[in-house]
């Protein structure tokens, strides 16, 4: 388990990285590393572990060599668990064993990835590991909302990527019919007005 194989997984603002170790077909299992740290992390640990699994280590989006997000944009820790989600997505993995490392006081929304892509999700892992770090604690009077409005963010931001095509060219003249049709209460003089400013003009429409 020495050797290993660099990945990269397609997202909007770029790619996200990953390592990864042992055979193609032995069982999954998705390493996430903690706070300020990267795929590294499991340099020396992954060699130490039973052979016959798929280890893929990531990193994280703004660490190791994944892209970083563009500027001006928060790192929220569902950004992270949907990043999660990305890479299982790409991997076409549909249940694997998820490992998460985290340490320190400065970690405490980092460890909480693995438990919560785990409670969003429990029908894609079979099994969790943590390394230093805490489970997912939530009031259980806040479980039910919690887990469904976290997972319909998800569900749908990722519904929106996989369906995004490159935006259709139009006339001019079906742009604005387009935009009539979509704002009934717009007039065809207040939509001129918009596209001039609202639609970018190419050599197919």
């Not at 894609?124 to 976290?150: H, N, Q, Y």
Request: net charge neutral; glycine share 8%.
């Amino acid at each position: 388990l020495g050797m290993f194989s660099e990945l990269k997984f397609p997202v909007p603002w770029g790619h996200v990285a990953a390592k990864a170790w042992g055979p193609l077909e032995g069982h999954p299992v998705l390493c996430l590393h903690g706070w300020l740290d990267n795929a590294n992390t499991f340099d020396r640990l992954i060699p130490l572990l039973p052979r016959g699994y798929y280890y893929v280590a990531m990193d994280f989006s703004g660490h190791g060599l994944s892209s970083h997000r563009p500027a001006g944009c928060l790192y929220h820790f569902l950004d992270y668990v949907t990043d999660v989600r990305r890479v299982a997505e790409a991997l076409q993995w549909r249940r694997f064993t998820l490992m998460g490392h985290s340490m320190g006081n400065f970690s405490f929304s980092y460890c909480f990835i693995s438990p919560q892509f785990c409670f969003l999700y429990p029908e894609m892992v079979d099994k969790l590991i943590l390394l230093e770090s805490l489970g997912f604690l939530l009031a259980p009077e806040d479980t039910e909302a919690w887990l469904k409005s976290k997972r319909r963010v998800i569900d749908r931001l990722m519904s929106l990527e996989a369906k995004e095509q490159t935006p259709k060219a139009r006339s001019p003249e079906a742009a604005l019919q387009r935009l009539l049709e979509a704002n009934s209460h717009l007039t065809a003089e207040g939509g001129a007005v918009l596209l001039q400013r609202g639609a970018t003009e190419t050599p197919a429409g």
